[in-house]
Antibody, heavy 121, light 112 residues
Framework: EVQLVQSGAEVKKPGESLKISCKGS????????IVWVRQMPGKGLEWMGI????????RYSPSFQGQVTISADKSISTAYLQWSSLKASDTAMYYC??????????????WGQGTLVTVSS | QSVLTQPPSVSGAPGQRVTISCTGS?????????VHWYQQLPGKAPKLLIY???NRPSGVPDRFSGSKSGTSASLAITGLQAEDEADYYC????????????FGGGTKLTVL
């Protein structure tokens, strides 16, 4: 069974760093792109960036380029989303999802349960 | 503003048919990229509902259907049921955004 299991909720202060994770199982992790999606409170889905764990090829939405870093450790089938200096506006639910097919297909067939990040002083 | 435009809300009575539109441009839907639809129940992660414009994953009822024409796509739900009340998002790829994926702003479906 394909599963993406994300790390637990985080409460951080502005300026702090954070790295959240997404662990894949039930499939060959290195063969599928993983995307990160933001959902701010009461708002819609936003495509942040995507990584191919096989070779760590990473693409970012222009809106998120330079704001976050996406990485992966294929030895433990885990993708990461990290911030070096959080802002209150980073408060959101973050989802990872698996891309089925080529990157232009943009079809996400399995999703993690989400990680709630709260940034507050 | 989202790159793909959806109505903020639609509603219908049980048993009725509703449609949700998704309007894009020549750099995304009009460029030939596939459109996918996701259903997000309250407090849950999104779920793939329609892929490749009009295909249903295994387990999705045939009450849900998708279509695409030109720079737009639409999701139709027939025989509305109370459990269909959710947020619905369209999604595609956009060549003007370095090939990034893009989502519509989402549509809240209310079953009256």
């Amino acid at each position: 069974e394909v599963q993406l299991v994300q790390s637990g909720a985080e409460v951080k202060k502005p300026g702090e760093s954070l790295k959240i994770s997404c662990k894949g199982s039930g499939y060959r992790f290195t063969n599928y792109w993983i995307v990160w999606v933001r959902q701010m409170p009461g708002k819609g889905l936003e495509w942040m960036g995507i990584i191919y764990p096989g070779d760590s090829d990473t693409r970012y939405s222009p809106s998120f380029q330079g704001q976050v870093t996406i990485s992966a450790d294929k030895s433990i089938s885990t993708a990461y989303l990290q911030w070096s200096s959080l802002k209150a506006s980073d408060t959101a639910m973050y989802y990872c999802a698996r891309l089925l097919g080529a990157i232009a297909a943009q079809q996400f067939d399995y999703w993690g349960q989400g990680t709630l990040v709260t940034v507050s002083s | 503003q989202s790159v793909l435009t959806q109505p903020p809300s639609v509603s219908g009575a049980p048993g009725q048919r509703v449609t949700i539109s998704c309007t894009g441009s020549s750099s995304n839907i009009g460029a030939g990229y596939d459109v996918h639809w996701y259903q997000q129940l309250p407090g849950k992660a999104p779920k793939l509902l329609i892929y490749g414009n009009s295909n249903r994953p295994s387990g999705v009822p045939d009450r849900f259907s998708g279509s695409k024409s030109g720079t737009s796509a639409s999701l139709a739900i027939t025989g509305l049921q109370a459990e269909d009340e959710a947020d619905y998002y369209c999604q595609s790829c956009d060549s003007s955004l370095s090939g990034s994926g893009v989502f519509g702003g989402g549509t809240k479906l209310t079953v009256l």
